[in-house]
């Protein structure tokens, strides 16, 4: 295999790095690990929620927190996201989990893009908050997320979700949570011989191996593989990765396949539900999704890749990037894809409305005779009149 013509810096990034050095040089690589993750979330956060106060789209979207109990005695929170205008009516869910290195994130860092999606999608948005490095080690994080994920979905009912449209997704460090998951509801529904309850996939930047577990006999060319070519790498390079698995603990085999997830062989992915892949040409993460994708396809798994060439790890997180707003454009097609039907069909749901809105339309196609024949300023004047 061999992925590296996606690998060089894009014209796009360089014109971008250029007119913002600034920006990009600032780093909180010196300090120590739990005071990179404080001022992450802090930063973050604020920002998150200068967005959903400067949008007014905390209006349009209802959140609720729920805490959980996790199998090792202690708690998570989930926090769900509701477009308000849709009342209570069953939406197709989406099970959502952060990136962030595995060492960052928090419900309030991830307040806006969850409120974007939940309203944009007509979805429920279920957001599961997992434990973090370094205050926990080892498999905790999987293991928070396949707890949240079960009690999500055995709480559609409460959430409003429609149980047979469920999606489940991450970016980067999500995306390994996703992947795990997943397969690990395809091994429960075959041991139980019942349904698997996710419909589909989105993998967003996905990380799916540790990196001393990276198959690089596979590859033409160990110098074009993304761990080497894209080792020094904006944003995310070798220095961050091995931070990231450190923090992690010992205990664990990096083979482990909930560590690393794209290591399930073919026949053990057969069952998968439909996946969705958003890859960055310039990340060293960009192998390891793709070689997933392809083991995906050969085991029989429909699969929707969108590759953005020349672009480094969490490039969607700049809006004054081009591709930030493409990104996003994908992001909803992919979401929308992985809950569609079996035969592909996407059923378009109506655009939320307020409620004035809702009084126009509802003016518009009376058959009442002074309506019908009334002009458009006589149409508004009375709908104004019935506010």
Known sequence: MDFSQWGQPSKEWLAFAAA??????????????????????KTRSTFAKHLVQSTGIGHLVKTQDHVIPTRDGQSITLRSYRPVLLGSRPLPGYVYFHGGGLISGSLDTELFNCSWLAHALSMTVVHVCYRHTPQVKGLTPWHDA????????????????????????????????????????????RKTDTANRIRGQVLGLPTLLHWKAFP?????????????QCKDAAILNEKHLTLFSSLLGSEVDPTDRTWSPALADEEELRGIPQTAFLVAGWDPLRDEALWYAKKLKNAGVKTNVHIFPG??????????????????????????????????????????????????????????PVTAGASESDLLTKAGNSL
């Open 216 to 228: 690089y006999e596979l590859f033409v060319d160990r110098e074009k593989t993304s761990l080497v």
């Open 146 to 189: 396949i707890d949240g994920f079960e009690w999500a979905a055995s709480h559609t009912e409460a959430l409003g979700i429609d149980a047979s449209r469920l999606v489940v997704g991450g970016v980067s460090a999500g995306g390994t949570l996703t992947a795990s998951v997943v397969q690990h509801e395809l091994r429960r529904a």
């Open 311 to 368: 672009l480094p790890h969490a490039f969607n997180a700049f809006l004054q990037l081009p591709s930030h707003k493409r990104w996003n454009e994908v992001l909803l097609g992919c979401l929308r894809w992985a809950a569609a039907d079996e035969d592909g069909w996407i059923i378009e749901s109506p655009p939320v409305m307020p409620l004035y809105m809702e009084t126009i339309a509802a003016i518009a196609s009376s058959t009442d």
């Open 20 to 41: 913002n050095s600034e920006v990009l040089s600032l780093s909180d690589d010196s300090l120590p690990p739990q005071q990179q993750q404080e001022h992450f979330n």
